[in-house]
T-cell receptor, first 114, second 113 residues
Framework: DAGVTQSPTHLIKTRGQQVTLRCSPK?????VSWYQQALGQGPQFIFQ???????QRGNFPDRFSGHQFPNYSSELNVNALLLGDSALYLC?????????????FGPGTRLTVT | AQSVSQHNHHVILSEAASLELGCNYS??????LFWYVQYPGQHLQLLLK??????LVKGIKGFEAEFIKSKFSFNLRKPSVQWSDTAEYFC???????????FGKGNQVVVIP
């Protein structure tokens, strides 16, 4: 049973560029959440997708956008990259939207913006 | 939105010592509480969770946590640590019906053999 997978593992981009990160949820899960983890900090919630729609959003600018596909996989897009976007981006999946479902995390994508 | 406080970000202790990590969240209501662990080179894994019922929760690898609603706290404990417990520990909370997690900054725990 595959867990949450993310690609790529590492990515280096230049300021102003755009990036797309990908996530496949754990088998049987239908909800995907994205988090940003800066160095020395805990993960911060970006947004959550369920039934191919953004259901909740954290305090992140519109440069951060996402998508969920019919197979429940998801993408995180970041436009006009800033140096401050350098972080580990984590994807987490759960069974359904709601309050009592634990989230399973992937290994993350390390984004470096130069 | 909830915020989570974790103190003593760096903890160094010897094997067999007891460990307690504090976690406080910002406001009440019905909440779900979690401790996640990140071992070196590995991804975040769930250590234990509290949804309802007995406020003393037992997790994997001998860890336990106690939910004290009046103190908005969910402290993690282990009576006797091992070198393999070296990891970063994160407390997280979400409001019931809303599974966006708010994380603390984490505790970096180093156990010396």
């Amino acid at each position: 049973d595959a867990g949450v997978t993310q690609s790529p593992t590492h990515l280096i981009k230049t300021r102003g560029q755009q990036v797309t990160l990908r996530c496949s949820p754990k088998s049987g899960h239908d909800t995907v959440s994205w988090y940003q983890q800066a160095l020395g900090q805990g993960p911060q919630f970006i947004f959550q997708y369920y039934e191919e729609e953004e259901r909740q959003r954290g305090n992140f600018p519109d440069r951060f956008s996402g998508h969920q596909f019919p197979n429940y996989s998801s993408e995180l897009n970041v436009n006009a990259l800033l140096l401050g976007d350098s972080a580990l981006y984590l994807c987490a999946s759960s069974l359904k939207a709601g309050g009592q479902n634990e989230q399973y995390f992937g290994p993350g994508t390390r984004l470096t913006v130069t | 939105a909830q915020s989570v406080s974790q103190h003593n970000h760096h903890v160094i202790l010897s094997e067999a010592a007891s460990l307690e990590l504090g976690c406080n969240y910002s406001y009440g209501g019905t909440v779900n509480l979690f401790w996640y662990v990140q071992y070196p080179g590995q991804h975040l894994q769930l250590l234990l969770k509290y949804f309802s019922g007995d406020p003393l929760v037992k997790g994997i690898k001998g860890f336990e946590a106690e939910f004290i609603k009046s103190k908005f706290s969910f402290n993690l404990r282990k009576p006797s640590v091992q070198w393999s417990d070296t990891a970063e520990y994160f407390c997280a909370v979400n409001d019931y019906g809303n599974n966006r997690l708010a994380f603390g900054k984490g505790n970096q725990v180093v156990v010396i053999p």
